[in-house]
C-alpha cells in the first residue's frame, strides 16, 4: 500500500508506511543496523531526529536521550532545518531518512555538524536511487510515500559531508529484496538479500552511514593517571621533610 500525499508532514506518511508488509521489511532492516552501530557509542546526550516508530536509540546507553522533529510522538517540536540545542551539545544524531523527506538535507547536515561535539556521531540512513527501490520511484515518484522522497545519490551526499568535515567510519546497504507490497513476492525475493550483498553490494535498496564529526587542531586525550607531586606547602609535604630531618638526625655520630 503507497501511501498519497496530500498533507505538509510527510513524515507522518512515511511512519504510516511503515507499518505495510513493504514498509515492515525495511523497518526491520533498519532497526538491526541501528541497534548494532549504537551500542557500542558512548556520551550523555543523543538525539534522535523524526519517525519515533524506529527508535534508533534503543540499544544505546547515553543517560540522556530524546527525539525530536515534526512526527506525532517526538518529545522536541522543532524542524530539522533549525535544531533547538546549543552548538557542540550532542554526542549522537540520528537522521532515519531525514534527508529524504525534508525539505533542505543540506541545511539539515549544517546543523548536525554544528550541534555535535568534536568527535560526535552521525548516522544516517536513506533510499538509494541506484537499486530496483530507485527505478521504482522513477514511476511513483509525483504519486505516493516514500517514492515521492529526494532519495540522494551517495556520492552527492559523501561531497556534501565531506565540505562539512564528516568522516565516514563505515557504511552499509540493506533491503535487496524486490520493493512490492505482496508478501508472496517479497517473501521469494529474500534470497536476493545474500546474493545481492555478496554480488552487487552497492545495489542496496536502503544505504546506512556512521559518520565522525572531525574537527582540526582538536585531539582527544583520555586522562592523565601520571602522579603530580604535592606542593611543598601542603601538610604531606611537611610531614615527609619532618620525617627525613629526623631520620638524618638520628644517624649522627
Known amino acids: 500500500m503507497d501511501m498519497p500525499v496530500s498533507v505538509e508532514n510527510t513524515f507522518d506518511y512515511f511512519a504510516a508506511w511503515l507499518q505495510s508488509p513493504l514498509g515492515s521489511y525495511v523497518l526491520a532492516e533498519e532497526a ?50 533549525l535544531l533547538p540545542f546549543e552548538n557542540q551539545s550532542l554526542d549522537l544524531l ?22 555535535l561535539v568534536p568527535e560526535g556521531r552521525l548516522l544516517i540512513t536513506g533510499f538509494n536511487p ?10 511513483h515518484r509525483q504519486q505516493s510515500v516514500p517514492w515521492q522522497g529526494q532519495f540522494i545519490a551517495l556520492p552527492r551526499l ?38 545481492g550483498d555478496r554480488w552487487w553490494p552497492a545495489a542496496g535498496g536502503v544505504y546506512c552511514l556512521d559518520l565522525v564529526k572531525r574537527v582540526r587542531g582538536v585531539r582527544m586525550i583520555g586522562p592523565g593517571w601520571k602522579r603530580v607531586p604535592a606542593p ?5 609535604a611537611a610531614i615527609d621533610k619532618l620525617r627525613f630531618q629526623a631520620e638524618k638526625d638520628r644517624c649522627k655520630p
Open 32 to 81: 538491526g543496523w541501528f541497534d548494532r552501530t549504537t551500542a557500542d557509542i558512548f556520551g550523555y546526550k543523543a538525539v534522535q531526529l523524526e519517525l519515533p516508530q524506529v527508535d534508533c536509540l534503543r540499544n544505546n546507553r547515553m543517560p540522556w536521550r530524546a527525539i525530536a522533529g515534526q512526527s506525532a510522538g517526538v518529545r522536541v517540536r522543532c524542524v530539522p532545518e
Open 130 to 139: 541506484w537499486s530496483l527501490w530507485g527505478m521504482k520511484r522513477l514511476r
Open 232 to 236: 611543598s606547602g601542603t601538610p604531606a
Open 94 to 115: 540520528a537522521l532515519p531518512h531525514v534527508l529524504d523527506f525534508c525539505k533542505d538535507p543540506h541545511q539539515v547536515l549544517r546543523e548536525a555538524e554544528r550541534v
Open 158 to 195: 559523501k561531497d556534501w559531508l565531506s565540505l562539512l568535515n564528516l568522516e565516514s567510519m563505515r557504511g552499509e546497504y540493506l533491503c535487496y529484496s524486490l520493493p512490492v507490497q505482496q508478501e508472496k513476492w517479497l517473501n521469494r525475493s529474500r534470497f536476493l538479500e545474500n546474493a
